[in-house]
DNA sequence: TATTTGGGTGGACAATCTGTACAGCTACTG
DNA sequence: CAGTAGCTGTACAGATTGTCCACCCAAATA
């Protein structure tokens, strides 16, 4: 369950120049053609890379707020009603349920601060939820990223 | 700062089959290739798609932990030179400021509750932190994603 | 109404890459 | 020692990519 060198500067090559085919990165990384395509079958095969897909600014899109709701949801219903309706929710980007006194944590996006007052209203029509708590992102001074995970991991692995 | 649908099917067809490729996609679409191309290049271009990277999952590589962190910091120091902190700690994904009672919210891994608290050690130690709250993701019923809002865009966007 | 301009179509070309297969070599394991 | 896994180098046919071009259409502009 671990990945070594040779898979991480693969990972790193392919994070910060997608578009890079097989055979660049076997030069790059100066490993034969068919190691590269192995490495990255099995990386696939053993779910450490789950897919490829085009990363979407949201912000890019005129979604603009990005916000993190907490909710407490009527005990009875149970999450999974909840996240069911959530889902259904296009802002919703994001729901984990947690641990704390509240039970549920979104992501969600919106136009404006007035458009999220709209998306908020939608997740407390959600029926079993029972109250919300919000907080406006301001800045990302670190997004999303997975590299230095990566790249932290070799120590372990050999080659 | 809107897309049209052909744009949605496209980033909706990336997403689902991302190695595909400008060809294949043109024939799913049935437009020609170099509208494809265009069309990619123009997403890219407005930010919209930001990139391509393979996606990896934390927990395939053991980190089968996910918390949510939120801390408040020391006013008189400002946030970046705590945000410079965090960014060194490999297992902080991503770090937000946020608006109400505390300044920032980190999204954390770590392998296991135990290692949990040496991350979060890790983070109490920043210079500058004041005090953190973290709440544990039990689960994701709703893994992040972006396709329902891009396809919710369309609406508008005509063609 | 005449004219740009942006975007789409279809086609063509050379260069490159991909999928796949095979044989040889090395390191590790039972 | 034999077997297995993983890497290398090589090979080949078929598909794809990057470009460029001419032409067409619709909407915005003069």
Known sequence: MTIDRLDARLISLLTEEPKLGVLECSRRLGVARGTVQARLDRLAERGVITGYGPDVAPAALGYDVTAFVTLQIRQVSGHDPVADQLAGIPEVLEVHTI???????????????????????????????????????????????ILPLVNDVPRRGNS
């Open 99 to 145: 641990t704390g006194g509240d039970d549920m944590h979104c992501r969600v996006v919106a136009r404006s601060n007035a458009d999220l007052q709209r998306v908020i209203d939608l997740i407390v029509d959600v029926r079993g939820v029972v109250r919300t708590s919000s907080v406006i992102a301001l800045d990302t001074p670190v997004p999303y990223r």
